[in-house]
């Protein structure tokens, strides 16, 4: 078996090219890193009972994602609340997007997105 086909490294602004992995070998080790090291738990971010409760009632009452009009799934933060929890619970600061306009926000926002299989 010959080796498989070089692909452009995963990782944002990346002009390498990786193999195993989607990575580069110098962002393989940042990927790990970044996700041991940085990443923050839902439950920690205030992601629980109380909140399941509180998107579930808000869903109900804006059932449309209001960038695309596809019925909502997910209730975005339009500020990023990065742990304050005045700003997680200010429902002013909420509003309803469907999964995939949700996914794009967070992408744009973030990098990356913190739900896919490959990380």
């Given amino acids: 078996m010959g080796q498989a086909p070089l692909k452009p ?6 002009k390498c090219y990786a ?4 990575y580069c070998e ?4 940042d990927k790990f ?3 041991r090291e940085k990443r923050i738990s839902p439950s920690k971010l205030g ?3 109380r909140w399941d409760a ?7 009452a804006n059932p449309i994602c209001k960038v695309c009009g596809k019925p909502a799934t997910e209730v975005d933060h339009i500020i990023p609340h990065k742990g304050n929890p005045v700003l997680f619970w200010d429902r ?6 469907c999964h995939s306009c949700h996914s794009k926000k967070t992408i744009k926002e973030n990098g990356y997105y913190r ?3 490959n990380e």
Avoid: D, E, T
């Fill in 33 to 35: 890193n970044f996700i």
């Fill in 19 to 22: 193999v195993a992995g989607g």
């Fill in 92 to 97: 002013g600061n909420w509003q309803s997007l």
């Fill in 9 to 14: 490294c995963r990782h944002v602004g990346c």
């Fill in 47 to 49: 992601y629980g009972r």
């Fill in 115 to 117: 739900g896919a299989k």
């Fill in 26 to 29: 110098k962002h393989q080790k």
């Fill in 54 to 60: 509180a998107r579930k009632n808000f869903l109900r």
